[in-house]
T-cell receptor
């Protein structure tokens, strides 16, 4: 079984300050981990992914995430928030089972950026 | 440009009616997926198809039906048996093993029962 927990349903930061969105996972197998972003009434866009290569993963728009196996975490960070970062962010865990990727989505974290 | 297209963007349905949501992709992807999104619940898998003429139930398939007659198309029908159909529906496609590579999502269809 696998699960993913996004620890905060809402995060509010001031423009120009750091962003931290937390994600913890549970998986019996070596997982792949992803962060997706969703702007209002839009589809999901891939920010970054970890697939057992480098533990520090750099994504688009200045975001990065670090895979920490000992802590079962994959937190998303950005040094300086921009107004355009306001959106909902989903942490996703998946592993390969019989050629099909078993995928579990987190419940999402809404990021608010205050001017 | 390659991509995945969902239509319509907004859809209203009367109680007791069936309604079909369209999903088309020109990415030559084998696998296609339908998700339902409700506030605070993330995305839940309704149905998926890994190849033409084959599809499997996801976690919340009751009250929904799909077909996969063409590689490019994976329409979702929300039937009158679905007790709470008002939601945001997202279609996705990917190569074999959806999340081994990037998954591409459509822009979504917001269905409202009136």
């Amino acid at each position: 079984a696998q699960s993913v927990t996004q620890l905060d349903s809402h995060v509010s930061v001031s423009e120009g300050t750091p962003v931290l969105l937390r994600c913890n996972y549970s998986s019996s197998y070596s997982p792949s981990l992803f962060w997706y972003v969703q702007h209002p009434n839009k589809g999901l866009q891939l920010l970054l992914k970890y697939t057992s290569a480098a533990t520090l993963v750099k994504g688009i728009n200045g975001f990065e995430a670090e895979f920490k196996k000992s802590e079962t975490s994959f937190h998303l960070t950005k040094p300086s928030a921009h107004m355009s970062d306001a959106a909902e962010y989903f942490c996703v865990v998946s592993f390969n089972s019989g050629g099909y990727q078993k995928v579990t989505f987190g419940t999402g974290t809404k990021l608010q950026v205050i001017p | 440009d390659g991509g995945i297209t969902q239509s319509p963007k907004y859809l209203f349905r009367k109680e007791g009616q069936n309604v079909t949501l369209s999903c088309e992709q020109n990415l030559n992807h084998d696998a296609m997926y339908w998700y339902r999104q409700d506030p605070g619940q993330g995305l839940r898998l309704i149905y998926y198809s890994q190849i033409v003429n084959d599809f499997q139930k996801g976690d919340i398939a009751e009250g929904y039906s799909v077909s996969r007659e063409k590689k490019e198309s994976f329409p979702l029908t929300v039937t009158s048996a679905q007790k709470n159909p008002t939601a945001f529906y997202l279609c996705a496609s990917g190569g074999r093993g959806l999340f081994g590579t990037e998954a591409f999502f459509g822009q979504g269809t917001r269905l409202t029962v009136v």
